[in-house]
């Protein structure tokens, strides 16, 4: 598997859907809407859940939901991530490979990332992720100098920006739109929202 890199767009909602959710374990998947081969660019993720991560009956409706959406819009699934509940442990837990490898059935290049909540501050240096790629049947750590994040001093600035201005409220997970489905889980306001601080040189979006 050769270099995995995550758009703005990627990393702003996970790192906001985590600091919306600071005390329990969040997930989401990974979507690309690039050209299968090559590197893996993820462009966009879908946040799914904040409680219950192993309830697999809802964990089922929402990769079932995503898939058909991507279907809609040219993107296809190439990942999965998780933050855990306890902030210093990045370790990828039973319920994040299951999911994982049930993507990878899919998706050969799959990757399975995990955040640091130890290193979630808007200041740290580099990206709070550790990342996995899956080799015989295992996960196992993928090599740091594989992953891009592409100008990420205005990624982790926009980032802190809209945790700071509350924007992050207007992040809407699967768990929330369960519980509400007037709530788009698509997030379209907030892609909007990233799209308008992404300065011209972050490039795409």
Known sequence: MGEVELS?????KMYLHACLFPRVSINGLLLSSSP??????????????HS???????T???????????????????????????ASDSSPTPCATRIADKIAEQFENAVLLMLDGSKMSPDYRVPPIVMY????????????????????????????QMLESGDHALLVDFD??????????????????????????????
Not at 8 to 12: D, E, G, I, M
Not at 138 to 148: G, S
Request: contains cysteine.
């Open 8 to 12: 703005c767009r990627a990393y702003v």
């Open 36 to 49: 299968a081969g090559g590197a893996v660019y993820v462009t966009d993720c879908v946040p799914l859940l």
């Open 52 to 58: 219950h991560l192993s309830l697999a009956p809802v």
């Open 60 to 86: 089922q409706l929402a990769l079932t939901q995503v898939d058909v959406w991507c279907s809609q819009t040219q993107q296809r699934i190439v990942g999965y991530y998780q933050a855990n509940a306890c």
């Open 133 to 160: 790629e899956r080799k015989d049947s295992r996960w196992i750590l993928k090599d740091k100098h594989t992953i891009m994040l592409r100008q990420w001093e205005e990624t982790r600035d926009i980032a802190g």
């Open 176 to 205: 929330s739109h369960l519980d509400d489905i007037t709530r788009d889980w698509t997030n379209q306001k907030l892609n909007a929202k990233i799209a308008e601080l992404a300065s011209p040189a972050n490039g795409s979006i």
